[in-house]
T-cell receptor, first 112, second 115 residues
Framework: AQTVTQSQPEMSVQEAETVTLSCTYD???????LFWYKQPPSRQMILVIR??????QNATENRFSVNFQKAAKSFSLKISDSQLGDTAMYFCAFRGASKLTFGTGTRLQVTL | GAVVSQHPSWVICKSGTSVKIECRSL??????MFWYRQFPKQSLMLMATSNEGSKATYEQGVEKDKFLINHASLTLSTLTVTSAHPEDSSFYIC???????????FGPGTRLTVT
Protein backbone atom coordinates (compact mmCIF):
# COMPACT_ATOMS: atom_id res chain seq x y z
CA ALA A 1 0.00 0.00 0.00
CA GLN A 2 1.10 3.50 -0.72
CA THR A 3 1.76 5.94 2.08
CA VAL A 4 2.14 9.70 1.92
CA THR A 5 3.82 11.57 4.76
CA GLN A 6 3.68 15.27 5.48
CA SER A 7 5.85 15.95 8.49
CA GLN A 8 4.89 19.60 9.01
CA PRO A 9 1.42 19.92 10.60
CA GLU A 10 1.58 23.72 10.59
CA MET A 11 3.71 26.37 8.97
CA SER A 12 3.71 30.12 8.92
CA VAL A 13 5.21 32.53 6.39
CA GLN A 14 5.18 36.26 5.97
CA GLU A 15 3.57 37.80 2.95
CA ALA A 16 5.91 38.01 -0.07
CA GLU A 17 8.28 35.43 1.42
CA THR A 18 8.96 31.90 0.18
CA VAL A 19 7.92 28.73 1.95
CA THR A 20 8.52 25.04 1.24
CA LEU A 21 6.15 22.27 2.28
CA SER A 22 7.56 18.77 2.56
CA CYS A 23 6.12 15.49 1.37
CA THR A 24 7.53 11.99 1.13
CA TYR A 25 5.86 8.89 -0.16
CA ASP A 26 6.41 5.19 -0.34
CA UNK A 27 5.47 2.98 -3.27
CA UNK A 28 6.65 0.01 -5.27
CA UNK A 29 4.98 1.27 -8.44
CA UNK A 30 7.05 2.76 -11.23
CA UNK A 31 4.33 4.77 -12.95
CA UNK A 32 2.44 7.23 -10.81
CA UNK A 33 1.36 10.81 -10.38
CA LEU A 34 1.86 13.23 -7.55
CA PHE A 35 -0.30 16.19 -6.65
CA TRP A 36 -0.52 19.11 -4.29
CA TYR A 37 -4.03 20.21 -3.38
CA LYS A 38 -5.08 23.31 -1.54
CA GLN A 39 -8.11 23.31 0.74
CA PRO A 40 -9.10 26.82 1.84
CA PRO A 41 -11.68 27.48 4.58
CA SER A 42 -14.44 26.85 2.02
CA ARG A 43 -13.15 23.24 1.99
CA GLN A 44 -13.24 23.05 -1.81
CA MET A 45 -10.29 20.96 -2.97
CA ILE A 46 -8.21 22.92 -5.49
CA LEU A 47 -5.46 21.34 -7.56
CA VAL A 48 -2.29 23.39 -7.19
CA ILE A 49 0.20 21.40 -9.20
CA ARG A 50 0.77 17.91 -10.59
CA UNK A 51 3.85 15.89 -11.47
CA UNK A 52 4.10 12.80 -13.62
CA UNK A 53 6.70 10.43 -12.21
CA UNK A 54 8.21 9.68 -15.61
CA UNK A 55 9.05 13.36 -16.13
CA UNK A 56 12.37 14.45 -14.70
CA GLN A 57 11.62 18.14 -15.04
CA ASN A 58 10.04 19.69 -11.98
CA ALA A 59 6.56 21.06 -12.55
CA THR A 60 5.86 24.76 -12.11
CA GLU A 61 2.64 26.77 -12.04
CA ASN A 62 3.23 30.48 -11.65
CA ARG A 63 4.34 30.99 -8.01
CA PHE A 64 4.15 27.27 -7.24
CA SER A 65 6.89 24.82 -8.04
CA VAL A 66 7.90 21.37 -6.89
CA ASN A 67 11.17 19.65 -6.11
CA PHE A 68 10.61 16.08 -7.23
CA GLN A 69 13.30 13.64 -6.14
CA LYS A 70 12.17 10.27 -7.43
CA ALA A 71 14.97 8.19 -5.93
CA ALA A 72 14.39 9.75 -2.52
CA LYS A 73 10.61 9.60 -2.98
CA SER A 74 10.31 13.22 -2.07
CA PHE A 75 7.91 15.80 -3.50
CA SER A 76 8.11 19.21 -1.88
CA LEU A 77 6.09 22.29 -2.80
CA LYS A 78 7.65 25.74 -2.95
CA ILE A 79 5.41 28.78 -2.80
CA SER A 80 7.12 31.98 -3.85
CA ASP A 81 5.91 35.51 -3.11
CA SER A 82 3.37 34.18 -0.62
CA GLN A 83 0.00 35.90 -0.59
CA LEU A 84 -2.69 36.09 2.08
CA GLY A 85 -4.92 34.03 -0.19
CA ASP A 86 -2.46 31.15 0.05
CA THR A 87 -3.60 30.55 3.63
CA ALA A 88 -5.09 27.04 3.57
CA MET A 89 -4.54 23.37 4.23
CA TYR A 90 -2.21 21.80 1.71
CA PHE A 91 -2.41 18.09 0.94
CA CYS A 92 0.16 16.06 -0.91
CA ALA A 93 -1.37 13.14 -2.82
CA PHE A 94 -0.18 10.06 -4.69
CA ARG A 95 -2.03 8.35 -7.50
CA GLY A 96 -0.79 5.01 -8.73
CA ALA A 97 -2.70 2.34 -10.58
CA SER A 98 -5.76 2.69 -8.42
CA LYS A 99 -6.75 5.25 -5.89
CA LEU A 100 -5.61 8.66 -4.75
CA THR A 101 -3.87 8.60 -1.36
CA PHE A 102 -3.56 11.80 0.65
CA GLY A 103 -1.08 12.90 3.25
CA THR A 104 -2.20 14.30 6.59
CA GLY A 105 -1.89 17.88 5.41
CA THR A 106 0.04 21.01 6.33
CA ARG A 107 -1.81 24.06 7.58
CA LEU A 108 -0.17 27.15 6.07
CA GLN A 109 -0.76 30.58 7.54
CA VAL A 110 0.39 33.61 5.60
CA THR A 111 0.84 36.66 7.80
CA LEU A 112 1.30 40.37 7.16
CA GLY B 1 -14.49 22.70 -17.64
CA ALA B 2 -14.49 19.62 -15.37
CA VAL B 3 -16.99 20.90 -12.84
CA VAL B 4 -18.43 18.65 -10.16
CA SER B 5 -21.37 19.69 -8.00
CA GLN B 6 -22.77 18.26 -4.80
CA HIS B 7 -26.19 18.62 -3.28
CA PRO B 8 -27.01 19.50 -0.62
CA SER B 9 -24.06 21.53 0.62
CA TRP B 10 -25.26 21.19 4.19
CA VAL B 11 -27.81 18.87 5.77
CA ILE B 12 -29.04 18.21 9.28
CA CYS B 13 -30.93 15.03 10.02
CA LYS B 14 -32.20 13.24 13.07
CA SER B 15 -30.61 10.09 14.39
CA GLY B 16 -32.10 7.00 12.76
CA THR B 17 -33.11 8.65 9.53
CA SER B 18 -31.47 8.33 6.12
CA VAL B 19 -29.98 11.08 4.04
CA LYS B 20 -28.97 11.13 0.37
CA ILE B 21 -26.13 13.18 -1.10
CA GLU B 22 -25.87 13.73 -4.84
CA CYS B 23 -22.70 14.19 -6.87
CA ARG B 24 -22.94 15.39 -10.46
CA SER B 25 -20.39 15.94 -13.19
CA LEU B 26 -21.70 18.96 -15.04
CA UNK B 27 -19.63 19.10 -18.20
CA UNK B 28 -18.07 15.69 -18.67
CA UNK B 29 -18.93 12.04 -18.39
CA UNK B 30 -17.64 10.54 -15.18
CA UNK B 31 -16.89 6.87 -15.64
CA UNK B 32 -15.57 6.67 -12.09
CA MET B 33 -16.65 8.52 -8.97
CA PHE B 34 -15.06 8.51 -5.56
CA TRP B 35 -16.54 9.27 -2.16
CA TYR B 36 -14.40 10.64 0.66
CA ARG B 37 -15.02 11.48 4.26
CA GLN B 38 -13.17 14.20 6.11
CA PHE B 39 -13.32 14.80 9.85
CA PRO B 40 -12.36 18.23 11.21
CA LYS B 41 -8.68 19.02 10.83
CA GLN B 42 -8.01 15.65 9.24
CA SER B 43 -7.24 14.39 5.78
CA LEU B 44 -9.57 12.91 3.20
CA MET B 45 -10.26 9.22 3.63
CA LEU B 46 -11.53 7.26 0.65
CA MET B 47 -14.77 5.45 1.42
CA ALA B 48 -15.58 3.86 -1.92
CA THR B 49 -15.02 3.89 -5.65
CA SER B 50 -17.88 3.48 -8.08
CA ASN B 51 -17.91 2.83 -11.78
CA GLU B 52 -20.96 3.65 -13.83
CA GLY B 53 -23.32 0.70 -13.96
CA SER B 54 -21.33 -1.40 -11.50
CA LYS B 55 -21.39 -2.03 -7.79
CA ALA B 56 -19.20 0.21 -5.72
CA THR B 57 -15.93 -1.01 -4.25
CA TYR B 58 -15.69 -0.11 -0.58
CA GLU B 59 -12.52 0.51 1.38
CA GLN B 60 -11.73 -1.69 4.33
CA GLY B 61 -13.71 -0.71 7.39
CA VAL B 62 -16.48 1.09 5.50
CA GLU B 63 -19.91 -0.48 6.04
CA LYS B 64 -21.46 -1.01 2.63
CA ASP B 65 -24.93 -1.51 4.11
CA LYS B 66 -24.72 1.80 5.88
CA PHE B 67 -23.21 3.87 3.10
CA LEU B 68 -25.12 2.98 -0.04
CA ILE B 69 -23.57 4.19 -3.26
CA ASN B 70 -25.32 4.28 -6.61
CA HIS B 71 -23.71 5.32 -9.88
CA ALA B 72 -26.55 4.85 -12.30
CA SER B 73 -25.43 7.29 -14.98
CA LEU B 74 -22.27 8.88 -16.31
CA THR B 75 -23.13 12.17 -14.62
CA LEU B 76 -24.65 11.19 -11.29
CA SER B 77 -23.60 9.25 -8.23
CA THR B 78 -25.42 9.20 -4.92
CA LEU B 79 -24.34 8.37 -1.38
CA THR B 80 -27.08 7.42 1.04
CA VAL B 81 -26.26 7.31 4.72
CA THR B 82 -28.78 4.91 6.22
CA SER B 83 -29.90 4.97 9.84
CA ALA B 84 -27.60 7.88 10.53
CA HIS B 85 -26.04 8.34 13.95
CA PRO B 86 -24.21 11.33 15.44
CA GLU B 87 -20.85 9.67 14.74
CA ASP B 88 -21.70 9.82 11.01
CA SER B 89 -21.54 13.61 11.24
CA SER B 90 -18.73 14.62 8.91
CA PHE B 91 -17.81 16.36 5.69
CA TYR B 92 -18.41 14.19 2.63
CA ILE B 93 -16.60 14.95 -0.63
CA CYS B 94 -17.06 13.34 -4.01
CA UNK B 95 -14.71 13.40 -6.95
CA UNK B 96 -15.05 12.25 -10.52
CA UNK B 97 -12.72 10.90 -13.14
CA UNK B 98 -13.14 10.25 -16.83
CA UNK B 99 -11.87 7.27 -18.79
CA UNK B 100 -8.12 6.88 -18.66
CA UNK B 101 -7.59 10.36 -17.29
CA UNK B 102 -5.68 10.03 -14.05
CA UNK B 103 -6.97 13.32 -12.73
CA UNK B 104 -9.91 13.62 -10.35
CA UNK B 105 -12.20 16.62 -10.11
CA PHE B 106 -13.62 17.39 -6.70
CA GLY B 107 -17.04 18.54 -5.64
CA PRO B 108 -17.47 21.28 -3.03
CA GLY B 109 -18.44 18.82 -0.30
CA THR B 110 -21.48 18.22 1.89
CA ARG B 111 -21.54 18.85 5.60
CA LEU B 112 -23.70 16.30 7.40
CA THR B 113 -24.83 16.87 10.96
CA VAL B 114 -26.78 14.13 12.71
CA THR B 115 -28.62 15.22 15.85
Amino acid sequence: AQTVTQSQPEMSVQEAETVTLSCTYDTSESNYYLFWYKQPPSRQMILVIRQEAYKQQNATENRFSVNFQKAAKSFSLKISDSQLGDTAMYFCAFRGASKLTFGTGTRLQVTL
Amino acid sequence: GAVVSQHPSWVICKSGTSVKIECRSLDFQATTMFWYRQFPKQSLMLMATSNEGSKATYEQGVEKDKFLINHASLTLSTLTVTSAHPEDSSFYICSAGSGGNYEQYFGPGTRLTVT
